[in-house]
């Protein structure tokens, strides 16, 4: 499997502090992306970091990627009510076909 | 801002019919993909499209599966003879990069009874 998992599996916080999620992988990978899915609907998509970069920013969201050791991170910081959701990595190899993980499942409390 | 549409949103269908999926993608995007995640599972690839072939495809579908681009905008998935570990929800998505970000829909529910 292309795949390995995330952690943690679950994350509660409380609004305004800072959430980190974390992903490894085993193969080789063109990209990660970083998806969120909010409860019954579908993936939208957040952040795309490619293999040759190591860190990447989108408004409260970092990024960083390390290929030696095969992970990333992403971090939403100044959290808010509306970021509770379950949030994917996704690598993608040849041909652009995703392989997610397992997911982290947020809740921020207000 | 343009996004990719499933219908129906919910499928309730008994074992052995068939089911269609039906996906809309965004107008100008080339490549299509289907997905699925069976409940508490990972998301799982099934199938991607481009210029009206088949690029690869998973494990999962095997010859009771097919996809279809019919016209200029619909992109479908049919499931010939249905099983109950084919219940899941259904994801299409779409890109106009190869190694950009995928726009995905909401997703069909199928559950086979």
């Known amino acids: 499997s292309q795949q390995g998992e995330e952690d943690p599996q679950a994350l509660s916080i409380q609004e305004g502090e800072n959430a980190t999620m974390n992903c490894s992988y085993k193969t080789s990978i063109n990209n990660l992306q970083w998806y969120r899915q909010n409860s019954g609907r579908g993936l939208v998509h957040l952040i795309l970091?490619?293999?040759?970069?190591r860190e990447k920013h989108s408004g409260r969201l970092r990024v960083t990627l390390d290929t030696s050791k095969k992970s990333s991170s992403l971090l939403i910081t100044a959290s808010r009510a509306a970021d509770t959701a379950s949030y994917f990595c996704a690598t993608a190899a040849y041909g652009n076909k995703l392989v997610f993980g397992a997911g982290t499942i947020l809740r921020v409390k207000s | 801002e343009p996004e990719v549409t499933q219908t129906p949103s919910h499928q309730v269908t008994q074992m052995g019919q068939e089911v269609i999926l039906r996906c809309v993608p965004i107008s100008n995007h080339l490549y299509f993909y289907w997905y699925r995640q069976i409940l508490g599972q990972k998301v799982e690839f099934l199938v991607s499209f481009y210029n009206n072939e088949i690029s690869e495809k998973s494990e999962i579908f095997d010859d009771q599966f097919s996809v279809e681009r019919p016209d200029g905008s619909n992109f479908t998935l049919k499931i010939r003879s249905t099983k109950l570990e084919d219940s899941a929800m259904y994801f299409c998505a779409s890109t106009t990069d190869l190694e950009g970000p995928q726009h995905f829909g909401d997703g069909t529910r199928l559950s086979i009874l």
């Open positions: 970091i490619r293999s040759n970069e």
